[in-house]
């Protein structure tokens, strides 16, 4: 079967500053559909991660009323939400949201529903 496609990227202007986030998801079916959005006040992690969270909605939205996913690969320039998705969320939900040197997880909001949302496509035996 083939997998969903995931392609996402964030950026800010100013770190903090005005940034946006981008993504286009295309569904096993071939089907490609663009989503964008932007805050006035972000940082370039914080869209970076926004893209990967809207991205898993979308697919969710998808999946409702499809229920064909098996597999969904993800493709980002971010270093910190690949090891953030990849090593890193579990643990620091298992540690009240703090990291290896005890200081609090940024982004804290969006991490807890990418945790979410990777555990319900587990549950529902998809490869994220």
């Keep these: 079967m083939k997998p969903y496609i995931v392609v ?3 950026a800010c ?7 946006g986030w981008g993504l286009i998801v295309m569904t096993p079916e071939d ?3 663009e989503f964008g959005g932007h805050e006035a006040e972000t940082t370039n992690n914080r869209m970076e991660l926004m893209g ?6 979308e697919i969710y939205k998808i999946e409702s009323k499809l229920k064909t996913a098996k597999v969904i690969h993800v493709i980002t320039d971010s270093k910190y939400v690949m ?5 890193y969320v579990a ?4 540690s009240a949201w703090r990291t ?3 200081s609090e997880v940024k982004n804290q909001d969006l991490w807890e529903k990418i945790l979410k949302g990777l555990s319900e496509f587990q549950k529902n035996k998809n490869a994220f």
């Design 8 to 10: 996402t990227d964030g």
């Design 13 to 19: 202007s100013r770190n903090p500053g005005p940034g």
């Design 31 to 33: 089907q490609v559909f």
């Design 52 to 57: 990967l969270y809207r991205g898993m909605q």
């Design 83 to 87: 090891d953030g998705a990849s090593k």
């Design 91 to 94: 643990n620091w939900a298992r």
């Design 100 to 102: 290896s040197t005890g």
